[in-house]
């Protein structure tokens, strides 16, 4: 129930759920006097986040962290760590393990063993689902899976098949590294959610296994540096006045990552 509950009650926080909200309050209220501003509040919080003038400097502020975040050049590690989030599982229609948006976290991952940064790969991921008897297997077993088509040697992978969140995820690797004598670790993940994860996993091993090291690896960028982006012109400005459904689901990415960072530290988790 918890973990049910950490996923439906941020949502009221995002802004679709919080105009919803405030669109249904004002409704209740049609006849107050404050009904109005309420609904107004709602419409702005709403608009605002789906502007991509909006949307694209609150990804920046995370990506920009990231890029900060990783060390260049990359170092050697004990292990590369891709964390989870970023596979739909096999079965028809599909022909096998596909990728979503975060699928560059494990092809990341892989790149880095090619690169013998690292002489094992660990995929992570736990089976995240409310419905009954779900078939389908932790997203771990799936990495696996498609880490081995793409060339990688079965005997060069391990697996965290149970973690559900990236404060598990941080937490069983800290008991694995320890069993295992690893000292330091390649952090893989999209760079949107790099700075939490970081935060996490060095909260984390500071606690259970301080010996260890962890270097994070951006992968997975949603948007071009700014420098690359070219000069504003009077187009490109109104088309980042008109708000879509893309810039939403930026802003409420970012605003997850938030919201993840400061639940983790009132938790102590980070």
Known sequence: MGFLLSKLLPSLLYPLGASLLLQMLALAARRRRWSTPV???GLVLLV???MPLVSRPLVRSLEDQAVALTPAPLPRADVVLVLGGGLRPGGPPRLGVEV???GDRLLGGVRLLRQQRAPL???SGGRVSFTAADPRPPEAVNARRLAEELGVPAAAIRSLDTPRTTAEEASHFAAMARRQGWRSVLLVTSALHLPRATATFR???LQQTPAVRVWPVATDFLLEPASASGGVTVGSLLLDLIP???SLALSTSVLREWIGLMVYRWRGQA
Do not use: I, K
């Open 121 to 123: 790969l660990l995929v």
């Open 203 to 205: 909260h984390s091993l």
């Open 244 to 246: 879509d459904a893309g």
């Open 39 to 41: 609904a107004t509040a």
């Open 48 to 50: 605002l986040p789906s």
């Open 100 to 102: 979503n948006e975060s």
